[in-house]
C-alpha cells in the first residue's frame, strides 16, 4: 500500500464499519470520499479522542510503533514483556480504530507522531535532538568520541548519522562518563527525557568538563535544546531501559474479583441466587423511589414554580424546599432535579423572569408505566453531560454551582459514567466493586483520561447509580444491564416494581393508608384532600379540616370527595370522616370575598355582626356597606387569609357571584427550539444503519471521483418521467417499510425554490419530521425533510414493496 488512504480504500465495508463505530466523530458530517476521509482521521483532535480510546497496553503498542527501530511481533514482545497473542489482540484494535496501517509491517499511521509528543517517555532519536547543533560542534563532539576528526563529513546530515552510530551502543561512554553522571541519567531514563540546567549550550570538551552534566554533555549523552533545557536521547534511554519499554506495564487490568470470592461463590451458589435476588429486588426498590420522588417534584413546581436565577441555575433555597419537600438530602434533591432535566421532563420558561417548570413531555411520561417512566429517566442520566454532584461547591473563582446551572457542565460525565457502568457489568455475580478497584480498572483502560475530575465522577457515579435504581447493594441490576447494551429494559423491571393499586384502607383516626403506589389520578384526588403524613412501603396520608377545605377549594363538592372516597376505600367510610367533610363543606363558602380591594358578602346579616364584633378583626379594616356585606381596603386574598385565621371557611368570589376556584392549574414551559435536552458527545454510541449508509456514500464518493461526478450520478438509473407523487400517510408509511427492509425508494423532493427533482434513496431513519438516508444520485447520506416530500415509490428492483398510488 503506497498511502493510509490507500490502506482504507482496500479494507472490506465491515472493516470499515468497524472503524466508524469505533470512531464515530469521523462521521460529523459525512466525508466526501475516502481520501477524506483519511485526512480527518489523522487531524489532531481525532487523533488525540481515538487515543483517549485505548488501553494502557494498546497505547503502549502504538508507541513501541513510534520509537523501537523494529516492529515484528517478536521485537515488540519482548519490549513490551508481552506475549505473541497479546501483541495480535492489541494491533488488531489499533487496525480496527485506523491507529495503525499496513497488511505486513504495522506502522503508526498519519498524525499519530504528532499527537504522542514523548512516546513511552522517550525523547527525540539523535538525529533530531542534535540538529540544532552547527556543524564545527558535531565536528568537535564527534572528534572527542573518536580520538580523532571525522574524515569525508562535510555536511551535517552526514555528521549525525555518524553520531548516531557512535551512540547506538552507548555503554562505554555512560561508565566512562562517572557515578555522578549515571545517576544523573537514571533520572530521566523512564522519562520525562527533558531536564533543566543553568547555561545548557556553553561549550564543553571531554577535557574540559569538570560537572556530572558538563561529562554528559561532552560525551553526546545529553542534548542542549536551548539555553536552559537538556533532552536525554532516545537511543541513549532504550540502552539505560536495558530493552523495556516501560518499567511496569500491566498487560491485562487489574481484577476486580479475588480468586476466593469466585471460589465461595461457586461453592455454594444457591447463595449466589439469594444475593442476586436482594440485589435486583434493591435496586428496583430505588428505581420506584425515584420515580415517586421526580413525579412528586414536578407536581409541585407545575402549581409553584422556583423562578430561575440569573445566572440560570436554581437558587439554594429552592433546593433546600425540593429535599425538605422529599425528605431527602440536598444532594439528593439536587440528582433528581438534574435527572428530570436531562431526560425532558423539566426546562425554565422564557429567557428572562423565568420559572423552573415540567414541560409537555413530562404529561406524557405520567401516561406510561413505572418501568417506562423509569427507562426514561435512565437513559437520560446516563447520557447527561452535566454532574449533580457539584452542586453547592465552588468553581475556580469562588463562585457557588448551582444546580441547573452550566456550571454543571463536565464533558468527561457521560463517558465516566458508562464506563463505571461497564466495568460493574463486567464484574463477577455476587461483587461488590468498590471505588478503588473502580480508578485502578479506569486507569487501565483510559489512561489518558484520568485526573482529580474523573476520580470525582468514579464517587459520583457509584453514588447515583445507586439512588436512581442502576445498582443495589454496590452490583449492576440485571435491568440495567439491558439498558446499557441496547435492550429494553423495561421487561426485566416491571416484574420487580409493586403493581399500582385503586384501593387505601381508611381509618377512624383519620388516615388513610395506601399498600402500594397507588393509581396516578386517585394520588393526585388524595394528595388534594388528605396531607401525606409519613412514605415507605406504605403511604399514610391524613385528613384534617385544612386538607378538605382544599379539595373544595379546588373546585370539589363534599359529595365528590366522599364519593371518591367511597369508590376506593377497601371499607365502608368511618363516621368522624364523614362528619369532618360535611362540617367543612357546612361552612365552606358561606362567606364570599371579592374585591372592592375586597368584600365579604353573606345571606346572614347576623355572621357579619359577629365578625365585627370580633377583635381579630381590626386589622382586615372592615365596614359595612350593607346588612349582608363588608367593604375592606385589603387585597382579596389577604381578607381571605384573615378571616380563615379566625377560624371561618370564606371562598374567593367572581364579579359575577361565581366561586373562585383557588387552586392553580399546572403550568408547563416547552424547551426553546434550539435546546437539546440531552447533548450527543462523540463517544456516543452511532446508530449502525447511518454507519452502513455512510460507508455506501464513500464507496460512492470513490468512484465519483473515479469516474467523474457526472458519470456516476448517472449510474443511479432514475426513473424517468415525473417525480412520484403519494398521500402524506401512505409516504410515511412506505418510508418506514423501506427502512424496515432495507430497500431503495424513487421519492419526488422539492428545494428550498420549490423545484421538484427525482432522488433514489436508501432511507435510514424516519423520525424527528426527516428522512436520513443514502442518496444515490449524489452518492451523499442527506436528510430530506418530510413535508418537502411529495411522494414515494418503491423501485423495480426492491420486489418487497408495491408501489403507492399518485393522489
Not at 457489568?425 to 474523573?454: E, F, H, I, Y
Amino acid at each position: 500500500m503506497e498511502t493510509y488512504a490507500d490502506w482504507l480504500r482496500a479494507r472490506s465495508d465491515e472493516e470499515l464499519r468497524a472503524l466508524l463505530s469505533a470512531r464515530p466523530e469521523l462521521l460529523a458530517p459525512v466525508p466526501a470520499d475516502l481520501t477524506a476521509l483519511a485526512a480527518r482521521a489523522a487531524t489532531p483532535a481525532a487523533i488525540s479522542r481515538a487515543l483517549d480510546r485505548l488501553d494502557r497496553f494498546t497505547l503502549a503498542l502504538l508507541e513501541a510503533l513510534l520509537v523501537l527501530p523494529s516492529t515484528e511481533p517478536g521485537a515488540l514482545a519482548d519490549a513490551l514483556g508481552a506475549t505473541p497473542e497479546e501483541i495480535a489482540d492489541a494491533a488488531r484494535t489499533l487496525r480496527r480504530h485506523g491507529l495503525a496501517w499496513g497488511d505486513g509491517t504495522l506502522m503508526a499511521a498519519p498524525g499519530v507522531r504528532q499527537g504522542l509528543p514523548h512516546p513511552a517517555g522517550l525523547g527525540p532519536p539523535v538525529h533530531e535532538v542534535f540538529a540544532g547543533y552547527s556543524t564545527d560542534r558535531l565536528t568537535l563532539l564527534i572528534t572527542d568520541l573518536e580520538g580523532h576528526a571525522p574524515r569525508g563529513f562535510a555536511d551535517s546530515g552526514r555528521l549525525l548519522g555518524r553520531l548516531a552510530e557512535l551512540l547506538a551502543a552507548p555503554g562505554n561512554l555512560i561508565e566512562d562518563a562517572g557515578p555522578e553522571a549515571r545517576a544523573a541519567l537514571d533520572q530521566l531514563a523512564w522519562g520525562p527525557p527533558v531536564g533543566r540546567v543553568a547555561d545548557a549550550r556553553r561549550p564543553v570538551r571531554i577535557d574540559t568538563a569538570t560537572t556530572p552534566i558538563e561529562r554528559l554533555l561532552a560525551r553526546g549523552l545529553l542534548a542542549a535544546e536551548d539555553d536552559r533545557t537538556v533532552t536525554l536521547p532516545r537511543e541513549v534511554a532504550l540502552h539505560l531501559r536495558g530493552g523495556r519499554l516501560f518499567r511496569d506495564l500491566p498487560t491485562r487490568p487489574p481484577a476486580l474479583t479475588p480468586a476466593s470470592a469466585e471460589t465461595a461463590a461457586a461453592k455454594d451458589p444457591d447463595a449466589a441466587r439469594r444475593r442476586e435476588e436482594q440485589v435486583v429486588r434493591a435496586a428496583a426498590g430505588e428505581a420506584f423511589n425515584a420515580v415517586r420522588l421526580i413525579e412528586e417534584l414536578l407536581e409541585r413546581w407545575g402549581l409553584e414554580p422556583p423562578p430561575v436565577l440569573r445566572s440560570g441555575g436554581l437558587a439554594v433555597r429552592d433546593l433546600r424546599a425540593a429535599a425538605t419537600l422529599l425528605d431527602v438530602p440536598e444532594w439528593k434533591a439536587a440528582l433528581l432535579v438534574e435527572t428530570a432535566y436531562a431526560a425532558g421532563l423539566l426546562t425554565r420558561s422564557g429567557d428572562l423572569d423565568g420559572e423552573w417548570l415540567p414541560t409537555p413531555a413530562y404529561d406524557l411520561w405520567l401516561m406510561r408505566d413505572t418501568a417506562g417512566r423509569w427507562t426514561e429517566l435512565a437513559r437520560g442520566w446516563l447520557r447527561s453531560d452535566r454532574a449533580a454532584g457539584l452542586a453547592g461547591e465552588r468553581d475556580d473563582r469562588d463562585r457557588l454551582i448551582n444546580a441547573l446551572s452550566e456550571a454543571m457542565v463536565r464533558v468527561s460525565a457521560p463517558a465516566v459514567r458508562r464506563a463505571v457502568l461497564e466495568i460493574l457489568a463486567d464484574a463477577d455475580r455476587g461483587t461488590a466493586v468498590d471505588a478503588d478497584a473502580l480508578r485502578a480498572r479506569l486507569a487501565w483502560l483510559r489512561p489518558r483520561r484520568g485526573g482529580p475530575t474523573r476520580d470525582r465522577l468514579i464517587g459520583w457515579t457509584l453514588r447515583e447509580a445507586a439512588v436512581i435504581g442502576m445498582t443495589g447493594f454496590g452490583e449492576l441490576a440485571p435491568f440495567a444491564r439491558d439498558l446499557l447494551t441496547g435492550a429494553d429494559p423495561e421487561p426485566a423491571l416491571a416484574k420487580h416494581l409493586p403493581q399500582p393499586v385503586d384501593q387505601i384502607l381508611i381509618q377512624a383516626d383519620l388516615t388513610a393508608v395506601a399498600p402500594g403506589p397507588l393509581m396516578t389520578e386517585l394520588s393526585r384526588e388524595l394528595a388534594l384532600a388528605a396531607d401525606v403524613e409519613s412514605t415507605g412501603g406504605a403511604t399514610v396520608y391524613r385528613f384534617t379540616p385544612e386538607s378538605v377545605r382544599r379539595a373544595l377549594d379546588a373546585g370539589r363538592s363534599a359529595d365528590d370527595v366522599t364519593g371518591l372516597l367511597a369508590r376506593h376505600s377497601a371499607t365502608p367510610l368511618p363516621q368522624p370522616l364523614t362528619y369532618l367533610i360535611d362540617d367543612v363543606a357546612r361552612r365552606h363558602g358561606q362567606l364570599r370575598v371579592g374585591a372592592l380591594s375586597s368584600y365579604v358578602r353573606t345571606d346572614s346579616p347576623a355572621t357579619l355582626d359577629e365578625i365585627l364584633a370580633d377583635r381579630r378583626a381590626d386589622p382586615l379594616r372592615l365596614h359595612r356597606l350593607a346588612p349582608t356585606v363588608l367593604a375592606s381596603g385589603l387585597h382579596r386574598s389577604e381578607l381571605l387569609d384573615g378571616l380563615r385565621a379566625m377560624g371561618l371557611a370564606p371562598v374567593a368570589e367572581s364579579p359575577g357571584g361565581g366561586v373562585i376556584i383557588t387552586r392553580p392549574d399546572a403550568q408547563r414551559a416547552d424547551p426553546p427550539p434550539t435546546a437539546e435536552i440531552v447533548r450527543l458527545r462523540p463517544d456516543d454510541t452511532t446508530d449502525t444503519s447511518m454507519i452502513s449508509a455512510a460507508v455506501r456514500a464513500l464507496r460512492a464518493g470513490d468512484e465519483a471521483s473515479r469516474l467523474g461526478a457526472e458519470q456516476a450520478r448517472l449510474r443511479a438509473d432514475a426513473p424517468a418521467g415525473e417525480p412520484p407523487r403519494s398521500p402524506a400517510m401512505a409516504t410515511i408509511e412506505l418510508l418506514r417499510g423501506a427502512v424496515e427492509r432495507g430497500g431503495r425508494v424513487w421519492i419526488g423532493y422539492l428545494d428550498q425554490q420549490g423545484q421538484a427533482s427525482s432522488r433514489i434513496v436508501e432511507p435510514v431513519r424516519v423520525e424527528g419530521g426527516f428522512l436520513t438516508g443514502y442518496d444515490a444520485t449524489r452518492a451523499a447520506v442527506h436528510r430530506f425533510a418530510l413535508h418537502r416530500i411529495t411522494g414515494v415509490s418503491a423501485l423495480d428492483d426492491d420486489p418487497g414493496e408495491t408501489t403507492a398510488s399518485p393522489s
